[in-house]
Structure formats: C-alpha cells, structure tokens
C-alpha cells in the first residue's frame, strides 16, 4: 500500500465535498485501483486460510468511498476512510466473520468477526459462547493469538446481559466471570496499525500474521453463522 492513499484519505477528510472531488477524480481513481490491486493480492493470500474466498473480487471486497446520505443527518458525500472485507459468501455483504483492513489517517487496523448481526443470530452467537466459553478462552489464550487479539471489541455492548438471553437461561449467574461477553451487539476484534506499517512494503506479511491470529476466532463464530 502506497503513502498517496492515505494522503489522499486525508485530504479529501479536508475537502469532503463534490467539487473537490470532482477536481481529484484521477487522483482518485489511481488510490482505488491501488486498493483493488491490493485486495486482489489479499484474496490470493487468504486462499491458504480460506479456500472459499478464491471467488471474490476486489469489488466484492473494497467498501464504496461514497456515503449514502439518504436517511442520515450527516450530508457529507464521502467516507473519511476505505476498508476491504474479505469473507466468504459475498465479501463486504457476507454475514460470515472474515479479514477486515480499515485505511485512515492515524487510526489504520486489521479486524475480524461478526459485525452486528441481525438479531436472531446474534441471540445464537450469544448462546454458543455462554454454551462453549471454555472453547473461546482457550482460544484468547492461544500463543498465536493472544500477543494480537485479547478480546472482543468492545464498541457496541449492552449495559447489561439481555433479559431474553437470562430468561432462556435461569440458572445464569449474573457474576459470571465472561459475563460481559454476553453483553456484546457485535463480535468483532481487532489490532491497530501504525501508517508507517500500511505503507511498508511488508503490509501483507503483517497481515496475513493477524489472520492467522484471527482464524480461530471467526471459525468459532462461523460455526453459528452455519448453523443458523
């Protein structure tokens, strides 16, 4: 990954408007055929990890940098970041846990797992954890795994467990040592990137690292997803 897509990023953060990016649209176009170009190698690579990606594209991948500002009270037309999310069955619109890369000025990351389900699996997922805890913590404790991903994001979580989830579970103990993983709207993880590692030639290297951290986690939550 070159320095001018996050350069680029940044300045359009600036100018987050069509006559700007009107004026830039070359500019752009050469930042997203970098991504696709990088999307395609990532594809290629996973193919060790997860043969079904093979049939993904990078369009199938690479999130759109326009907003759709239809029902939201923020007009501005474009995304201040680009990500590419590679996962079975469908890439960015698959509801299975796959690799994520978010591009942004200062706040790069790699990330995985499921991003707010819909409800009813969620409700499944938060089942199969209380059901499998043992599974997932020896997971987090795993050497490959814990010196990148401890735990589970914690961006969107419940103030308390769900009374459906205590309701399907009466002898549930509220003081339940993984407790707040039952609080959880989403089952993500993730690990921080430096600009200076996105823009090193060992990108890719880093981040096949991180997936294989990472592949454990999304097999167990993959296995509710298939089941669902």
């Known amino acids: 990954m070159q320095e001018k897509v996050l350069f680029f990023i940044e300045k359009l953060a600036e100018n987050n408007n069509r006559e700007w990016f009107s004026a830039h649209k070359q500019e752009f176009l050469e ?7 990088f ?4 594809i290629t690579q996973l193919t060790e990890l997860e043969p079904e990606v093979a049939e993904l594209t990078p369009k199938d991948c690479v999130y759109r940098i326009y ?3 239809r029902f939201s009270p923020n007009k501005l037309p474009y995304k201040h ?3 590419i999310y590679v996962a079975k069955n469908g890439g960015r619109r698959s509801p299975y846990g796959g690799y994520y890369l978010h591009l942004q000025p200062h706040e790069c990351m790699f990330a995985g797992g499921v991003w707010c389900p819909e409800p009813e699996l969620l ?3 938060r089942q199969d954890i209380y059901d499998n805890a043992d599974e997932l913590e020896a997971i987090f404790e795993c050497k490959d795994v814990k010196p990148y991903l401890q735990d589970f994001d914690t961006d969107f979580m419940l103030k308390t467990v769900p009374a459906s989830f205590r309701q399907m579970n009466p002898d549930f103990d509220p ?3 993984h ?3 039952l609080k959880r709207k989403a089952y993500t993880f993730s690990h921080p990137l430096t600009d200076q590692e996105v823009c090193s030639p060992h990108l890719m290297e880093r981040l096949m690292v991180l997936c294989r951290a990472g592949k454990p986690l999304n097999d167990f ?3 509710t997803v298939e089941n669902q």
């Open 31 to 37: 930042v997203k055929n970098e991504v696709y170009g």
């Open 39 to 42: 999307a395609q190698e990532w």
């Open 67 to 69: 907003r759709d500002i």
């Open 81 to 83: 970041w680009m990500g």
């Open 123 to 125: 409700k499944a997922l």
């Open 175 to 177: 003081q339940w040592k």
């Open 179 to 181: 407790a707040d993983w």
């Open 221 to 223: 939550l993959n296995y």
